[in-house]
């Protein structure tokens, strides 16, 4: 039956264009031509009149009724298929096929337009909107393609179209179908895949639903492939010539059509083997293994090649796998004897159960076909069957029944070696029978101890001297002496039971080791004066007791591990051996009480662990014991000794004793000297804790002494350059990686009196002062102001005249303090003229106190009226006598006498009350300025006055009278 919207004709000429040339790449099958039909809603004849409508309404509705389902197959009948032939794998935007040219419909943008259909026109009312293309649902095809919805233009996506994929089982019957064969519509061979499309073509009065099958071609994109890499394959030996083998495990390839496996090759045939391939009803290719030669397993049981399998590609793929052929065994061999005729003698006194004789064949097959079974001929008489008993097994003829006078002398016993479907081999056993007239001595045994089928059982701590069992010997013919003996080795012993006569007792001469040996197998041996002897064996097994303790392969286990191991960190495993055997020779392991409850030890396999990480700083050696107890009642046991070492690890940085440091070092202390000790240390050991110092900043002025920790100074330091130093130290130890960890030092300089008091006022030696001879008495002059660099009592600065010149000298006195010249006495017409004061400015320093000196020149005068007078007069070298009195500082302040005896009592008070305000005031500052260093200026309350070097002394800020000063 024809597609739906598709002419018989239309499908007819496809079949043949697809029989006459295959689709290439990129082509497409077109729809077939149809006659669109009419509209719906067409306007009626212009001859119609209304009347005629009312009369003919009841058989216009009949015919609506009976019009509406042609409607519904009409508007089904607008449906169209599209097919398209691509081949796999192609790049995203390849274009398939464009809807719009293959449906051959063209649409103008608006107005009235005409639509090609089936090379007709048609006059069509298209309106303003344009047709457009969508796919009708988003399945497992729409995933592959593109499709523009103005333009109708088909094209592949980002999704790369893999036909191994698509054309599955689980995708049959979806969106994507393994196609078939059919004479309805053009589809492709058998060997493609379709992708299907719905595409709806709107607006919705021109509805058009287009079916889109897209054919996807195979190309050779893959290579075969066997399922495993080894393939075993068996062959009988005795495979005639062109024997033919099917391998069961075939190549596969997903490509289909001559791209899938074509041929098979093996890389080495031996000469003896060559491949065929046969293909069945659906195309699958399977490889025949051919035999071309004669196989022998027993010359060579084993064939190992390669199998490849080739595609029809262009180029070909290949893929191979081993392929092992093994020869399977055929009885192709009988047993064969290496003799043909074996002789023995047997004495007639022989034993019951003594072996004859032994044969055996050999056959060279496998397996079953190499089991052999020994059995009499026909020939052999009953009564040589009866006397000598053959195992069939083994080949064993042993005598089976005493042998008398009727015995026959001689038995010819013919053995056949019987095989799996051969011809029996054949070997003579020849026995001739020696007569013994008499008859041999008898040894009768008695058990003492326990006896089981001819076996003796001893315990290995049975005492010395253990009776086993009584041997009778006696001669059957009661003529014949007849003595007895022991032969073997162990520790046994045979000896004469008295008062009794041929009586024999067999015991133990040693104690018994069942872990040196465990059987013995002695002979009792009695012979008669003709020289005839019989012999009974004796077997004796030991049995095993708890009598050895388990034994350490090590008494002393010394055993290391490194710090901060991981948990449950295996150590070793012990072992100790007990000899004993069975449940007593089971050894079980304990750790001793003095072990950490961190250690485990396994009490069945003797594995030893440490559940927690070990802190080599914490506990450096381990020493305790482990005990290994047998099962054995009473139980033995054994103690050996485990010593562990905890190896260090670079996990400790190095620590300083305090994290800041503080040194007081007096200045100008000389280069490279001590200036104190940075202790350091560091919990590792070796080179985990070998730890280097180095100064992080002023590595130009300190260094450190590494193995010492000792600070110095490459230079000399001065206070009143620089008073205070801060520095960082690192502390690197000698771990890999390094551990490290810094500290901070601070160095404080302290003062010593290296520096003079540095007179600042007056300027010059050679400057004067004009005094008035009108002032008072009491009133001050001028000063003398002088500093001193260094701090404490170093700048503690004392004033005092030590040499005078002048009408009258003693006029003027200084302040030992605060170094203001005051006038002491009224000045006179005849005290006139130039006063020169050496001021000596002394500090207190220790050990020794330093000074300068200061010239104060005072002209005493209304006016001065010739300046080159007073000017001579500085030149001039002054005639002083020098002073050498020290000068003092008053420790308490002095108090003028009050004559008024009525203000007495209060004046009293008021004194004690200053003075113990002022000696409180004075030594909190000194605690003060001690403690912290700090700087004050001169005051009326303090004794002592501190000028620090690093200060900026402002003398503007100094509290002065104006007085009148003229410099030469």
Same mark, same amino acid.
């Given at each position: 039956m024809p597609a739906v919207g598709m002419s018989s004709r239309g499908n007819e000429r496809r079949r043949r264009r697809r029989r006459s040339s295959p689709p290439a790449l990129g082509s497409r099958w077109l729809p077939a031509k149809r006659h669109r039909p009419l509209a719906m809603g067409q306007r009626s004849s212009p001859g119609s009149s209304t009347s005629a409508t009312q009369r003919n309404l009841p058989n216009l509705f009949v015919f609506l009724l009976f019009l509406g389902p042609f409607n519904c197959f009409a508007s089904y009948s607008r449906a169209t298929e599209l097919f398209y032939s691509i081949n796999e794998g192609l790049p995203s935007g390849f274009m398939i096929g464009n809807l719009a040219q293959d449906l051959q419909v063209q649409a103008t943008s608006e107005g009235e337009g005409e639509a090609t259909v089936e090379g007709k026109q048609q006059p069509q009312q298209w309106g303003k909107t344009p047709l457009s293309f969508s796919l009708a649902s988003q399945g497992l095809g729409g995933q592959y393609v593109n499709l523009d919805n103005q333009t109708g233009e088909l094209r592949t996506s980002a999704k790369e179209i893999d036909r191994e994929v698509l054309c599955t089982e689980d995708n049959v019957g979806s969106s994507v179908v393994a196609s078939s064969s059919s004479s309805s519509s053009p589809v492709p061979s058998s060997e493609s895949c379709l992708l299907l499309l719905d595409v709806m073509v709107l607006p919705q009065e021109y509805f058009r639903l287009v079916k889109v099958k897209i054919a996807i071609h195979d190309v050779n994109d893959n290579a075969p492939c066997f399922p495993m890499p080894q393939i075993h394959l068996f062959v009988p030996e005795n495979s005639p010539v062109n024997t033919r083998l099917a391998i069961e495990h075939p190549a596969v390839d997903p490509d289909m059509g001559s791209n899938g496996v074509q041929t098979y090759h093996l890389q080495d045939d031996f000469g003896v083997f060559t491949l065929d391939v046969e293909e069945n009803e659906s195309g699958e290719r399977t490889p025949y293994l051919i035999v071309m030669g004669a196989l022998d397993r027993e010359a060579r049981d084993k064939y190992i090649t390669l199998i490849t399998?080739?595609?029809?590609?262009?180029?070909?793929?290949?893929?191979?796998?081993?392929?092992?052929?093994?020869?399977?065994?055929?009885?192709?061999n009988c047993p064969q004897f290496n003799e043909t005729q074996i002789n023995v003698t047997v004495f007639g006194n022989s034993s019951i159960g003594l072996p004859i004789a032994s044969v055996h064949a050999v056959d060279v097959d496998q397996g079953i076909n190499a089991e052999i079974t020994y059995s009499y001929s026909q020939k052999v008489s009953q009564s040589s069957r009866t006397l000598f008993h053959l195992d069939e097994s083994t080949g064993v003829i042993k005598l089976s029944k005493r042998i008398n006078g009727d015995t026959p002398r001689l038995h010819r016993l013919s053995i056949l070696a019987n095989g799996p479907g051969c011809i029996p081999a054949v070997i003579t056993v020849l026995i001739s029978i020696i007569k013994v007239t008499m008859r041999p001595p008898e040894v009768i045994p008695r058990f003492i101890a326990n006896e089981v089928e001819g076996v003796v059982y001893l315990r290995e701590l049975e005492p010395v001297n253990t009776p086993i069992a009584f041997f009778t010997i006696k001669d059957p013919d009661e003529k014949y002496k007849v003595d007895c003996y022991l032969d073997g080795d162990g520790p046994f012993r045979l000896s004469p039971y008295k008062p009794y006569h041929n009586e024999y007792l067999l015991e133990t001469t040693k104690p018994l080791d069942y872990e040196a040996q465990q059987f013995y197998e002695v002979s009792v041996i009695a012979w008669n004066?003709?020289?005839?002897?019989?012999?009974?064996?004796?077997?004796?097994?030991?049995?095993?007791?708890?009598?050895?303790?388990?034994?350490?392969?090590?008494?002393?286990?010394?055993?290391?591990?490194?710090?901060?191991?991981?948990?449950?960190?295996?150590?070793?495993?012990?072992?100790?051996?007990?000899?004993?055997?069975?449940?007593?020779?089971?050894?079980?392991?304990?750790?001793?009480?003095?072990?950490?409850?961190?250690?485990?030890?396994?009490?069945?396999?003797?594995?030893l662990t440490v559940s927690t990480q070990l802190d080599r700083e914490e506990r450096e050696k381990y020493r305790y014991t482990v005990k290994a107890v047998d099962s054995g009642v009473p139980a033995r046991e054994s103690i050996a000794t485990v010593t562990i070492s905890v190896l260090d690890k670079n996990d400790n940085s190095p620590r300083f004793i305090n994290k800041d440091f503080s040194f007081f070092v007096p200045e100008n202390f000389p280069g490279f000297g001590e200036i104190g000790v940075i202790s350091v240390t560091d919990a590792d050991i070796g080179q985990n804790g070998w730890v280097a110092l180095?100064?992080?900043?002023?590595?130009?002025?300190?260094?450190?002494?590494?193995?010492?920790?000792?600070?110095?100074?490459?230079?000399?330091?001065?206070?009143?350059?620089?008073?205070?130093?801060?520095?960082?130290?690192?502390?690197?130890?000698?771990?890999?990686?390094?551990?490290?960890?810094?500290?901070?030092?601070?160095?404080l300089l302290l003062d010593i009196?290296?520096?003079?008091?540095?007179?600042?006022? !007056?300027? *010059?030696?050679?400057?004067?002062?004009?005094?008035?001879?009108? @002032? +008072?008495?009491? =009133?001050?002059?001028?000063?003398? $102001?002088?500093?001193?660099?260094?701090?404490?009592?170093?700048?503690?600065?004392?004033?005092?005249?030590?040499?005078?010149?002048?009408?009258? !000298?003693? *006029?003027?006195?200084?302040?030992?303090?605060?170094?203001?010249? @005051? +006038?002491?006495? =009224?000045?006179?017409?005849?005290? $006139?003229?130039?006063?020169?004061l050496l001021v000596k400015v002394s500090d207190h320093g220790y050990p020794e106190p330093l000074h300068s000196t200061v010239m104060v020149n005072l002209f005493v005068n209304d006016t001065v009226s010739n300046e080159s007078y007073i000017e001579s007069l500085l030149r001039k070298e002054p005639d002083i006598n020098v002073e050498e009195k020290e000068p003092q500082i008053s420790i308490e302040p002095t108090h003028k006498r009050v004559e008024s005896a009525s203000c007495m009592p209060t004046l009293v008070v008021l004194s004690v009350i200053s003075l113990c305000s002022i000696t409180l005031v004075t030594g909190m500052g000194i605690y003060i300025c001690l403690r912290r260093g700090r700087k004050y200026h001169r005051g009326d309350e303090t004794l002592e006055v501190q000028i620090p070097l690093n200060g900026r002394i402002d003398l503007h800020m100094l509290e002065k009278r104006p007085v009148e000063i003229s410099n030469i």
């Open positions: 399998a080739e595609d029809g590609g262009v180029p070909p793929l290949v893929g191979s796998a081993t392929l092992t052929i093994g020869i399977s065994d055929i009885n192709d004066t003709e020289g005839f002897h019989v012999n009974k064996i004796v077997k004796v097994q030991v049995l095993d007791d708890n009598d050895n303790s388990p034994v350490f392969s090590q008494t002393l286990i010394e055993l290391s591990i490194e710090e901060n191991n991981v948990p449950n960190a295996f150590l070793t495993k012990l072992h100790a051996t007990d000899a004993d055997s069975g449940e007593r020779g089971q050894v079980s392991y304990f750790l001793g009480p003095e072990a950490p409850s961190y250690f485990a030890l396994d009490k069945v396999t003797g594995v180095s100064v992080v900043n002023g590595s130009d002025i300190f260094v450190i002494d590494t193995g010492k920790g000792v600070l110095r100074a490459k230079v000399s330091l001065d206070r009143e350059q620089q008073s205070s130093y801060t520095l960082w130290v690192e502390a690197v130890d000698g771990g890999d990686p390094a551990l490290s960890s810094t500290a901070k030092i601070t160095v009196n290296d520096n003079p008091p540095l007179v600042l006022f !007056p300027q *010059s030696n050679m400057s004067y002062l004009l005094v008035l001879p009108s @002032t +008072l008495p009491g =009133s001050p002059i001028t000063e003398v $102001y002088a500093v001193d660099n260094d701090t404490g009592m170093n700048a503690v600065i004392a004033y005092s005249i030590i040499g005078r010149r002048g009408p009258r !000298p003693d *006029s003027f006195k200084i302040d030992p303090k605060t170094g203001n010249i @005051t +006038l002491e006495e =009224s000045l006179m017409q005849n005290d $006139y003229g130039l006063y020169r």
